[in-house]
């Protein structure tokens, strides 16, 4: 089994920004073997995909809310991901969910959420006005 904890999200006014962190633990998990991904779900409001990255960093994809104002990063030594959050607004406001997905991913799979094996708790980000 595979557990990932999110952490990292706060209260922060329009414009700051956070870095969230992803944890991953198992006696299986392997960051080489597993792609990583972040989505997020506001309020009434169905999950979003956020950011992928597969394990070596050669395919990455963002959300189009989100291009350019946040970035992935992972660290596999440390079976880790990132989510560095720049210049947020409101809509921001969701609870921020890890996963990974064992093996692969594409451009075309990496931003459904059904494909990932795994997912953590998450963590609120709220961004005020």
């Known amino acids: 089994q595979v557990q990932l904890v999110e952490s990292g999200g706060g209260l922060v006014q329009a414009g700051g920004s956070l870095r969230l962190s992803c944890s991953a633990s198992?006696?299986?998990?392997?960051?080489?073997?597993?792609?990583m991904g972040w989505f997020r779900q506001a309020p009434g409001k169905e999950r979003e995909f956020v950011a992928a990255?597969?394990?070596?960093?050669?395919?990455?994809s963002y959300g189009d809310n989100v291009k350019g104002r946040f970035f992935m990063s992972r660290d596999n030594a440390k079976n880790a991901a990132y989510l560095q959050m720049n210049s947020l607004k409101p809509e921001d406001t969701a609870v921020y969910y890890c996963a990974a997905k064992y093996g692969g991913i594409t451009i075309a799979t990496m931003t459904r959420d059904e494909v990932y094996d795994y997912w953590g708790q998450g963590t609120q980000v709220t961004v005020s006005p």
């Open positions: 990255r597969n394990w070596n960093g050669g395919t990455t």
């Open positions: 198992g006696r299986t998990f392997s960051s080489y073997t597993y792609a």
